[in-house]
């Protein structure tokens, strides 16, 4: 097994060339020809079931036993983890990863994956879409025009124009940033708020800085919310948000409904006149389910898509193209890019470093004297110096190793030294 740990990836054990070449991957929803294809050159086993759902996707974990799951919008509950055997790795393809089971996946030593940024061009042009819909009321004027209903004046009227006015974009990340990028081509004045952002990147990307949501719901008159959906996003934009967006503004979502309290927001379009585009909703029907229920359409000034923002040919390339590239990464080198559910951070409070011999039986040694003193390793990385005649273990502790465990550790003939510190608080 593979020891060294990056930041950017996360390393497993990596399969040997025989396993390689036929790794098993069910793909348990609707996926681009072109990463089937990608698939098979790299001598996949492919299992491709797109009607699975949460329900029945237990069973069929169970029968096809595959190493690698593959899902877009499929849910995967702790069930699918409990019926796999030999899976070690979940790809979301797509960025938000809500519909997957982290903690089920995580105390089970199974990789999730995302692909991350993939999707956010073709997001960004849904979300001035919406924008744009808002701003003239194109749904309702070739509504009325199916109608037979001709009113030019009524709609020119309603036209506030977008040139000149303020964008404020909640969250920016990759989606973010191409939505702010089109609303200076607009002519638009662009401020925005993230957790990540400060005034000095702010003005790095030419971007006004609010310091907090409520500021900037205030002073635009577009808002555009693009976060992950997390526990800590859960009605980001609630009530009070809400009663504090400008008379008259856009509101548009396409992240997650589970960001928007829909309750205040609803009061909010009756009290402030809001107009809402939303591609995202509270109440979403199932894959399988093609019946919507969700009342905020009803609202008026409403207009909304179908979950639709990422689905262009063009992201859904780029997205198979980037499963493929976890793959082939995972199944070569053991690494999983885009790793989602490697823990920030480790209760590890020392760090031992072994510079030794590239020698069998060195490393086992280790970590049966430690083993023996009940310590647990927490995270270890293995550095083989040029020429591999010699190697560096940095290896992060539970506990502190008493002088004698550290003694011990260094009789083996092929360890050069032992140094122990603490690691910094987390």
Not at 362 to 369: E, G, P
Not at 374 to 389: Q, S
């Amino acid at each position: 097994m593979s020891t060294t740990t990056t930041n950017a990836d996360t390393v497993a054990s990596t399969p040997d060339a025989e396993s390689s070449s036929s790794l098993k991957v069910l793909i348990a929803d609707k996926f681009e020809k072109s990463g089937m294809t990608g698939l098979e050159a790299l001598g996949c086993q492919i299992q491709s079931l797109p009607d699975l759902n949460a329900d029945n996707l237990p069973d069929a974990m169970k029968e096809h036993d595959p190493d690698v799951l593959i899902v877009r919008s499929t849910k995967v509950p702790e069930p699918v983890f409990e019926a796999a055997d030999a899976l070690s790795l979940v790809i979301r393809a797509g960025a938000g990863y809500d519909n997957i089971n982290i903690e089920a996946a995580s105390s089970r030593g199974i990789f999730v994956a995302n692909c991350p940024g993939k999707n956010a061009i073709a997001v960004a042009e849904l979300a001035w879409g919406l924008i744009l819909g808002c701003d003239r009321r194109i749904p309702d004027a070739t509504h009325d025009l199916r109608q037979g209903i001709w009113n030019k004046k009524g709609y020119a009227k309603d036209a506030k124009g977008l040139y000149g006015r303020t964008l404020g974009v909640i969250g920016l990340g990759r989606i973010g940033l191409e939505i702010a990028k089109r609303g200076k081509a607009f002519g638009m004045r662009v401020v925005a708020w993230s957790r990540s952002l400060n005034e000095e990147r702010a003005d790095d990307l030419g971007l006004g800085y609010c310091s907090s949501i409520i500021n900037l719901v205030k002073m635009c008159d577009v808002i555009s919310v693009n976060v992950a959906a997390t526990p800590d996003t859960k009605h980001l934009i609630n009530e009070q948000v809400c009663n504090s967006i400008k008379e008259g503004a856009y509101l548009i979502n396409t992240s997650r409904g589970s960001v928007v309290d829909q309750d205040a927001l609803a009061k909010a379009i009756q009290e402030r006149n809001l107009r809402v585009g939303l591609d995202v909703y509270a109440n979403q029907p199932t894959p399988s389910d093609q019946a919507f229920k969700d009342s905020i359409i009803n609202e008026a000034n409403v207009i909304g898509t179908h979950h639709n923002g990422a689905s262009t040919e063009q992201a859904q390339n780029a997205i198979a193209a980037e499963t493929v590239r976890i793959i082939e990464e995972y199944t070569s080198s053991g690494h999983v890019p885009n790793c989602v559910n490697r823990a920030a951070s480790t209760p590890a409070t020392s760090l031992l470093t072994v510079r030794h011999l590239n020698q069998p039986g060195v490393l086992a040694h280790v970590f049966y004297t430690l083993g023996q003193a009940g310590i647990n390793v927490e995270e270890m990385e293995n550095v083989i110096y040029d020429g591999a005649k010699a190697a560096c273990a940095r290896i992060q502790l539970d506990d502190v190793p008493a002088d004698e465990i550290l003694n011990t550790i260094n009789t083996n003939d092929h360890v050069l030294s032992v140094t122990l510190a603490n690691m910094p608080a987390h």
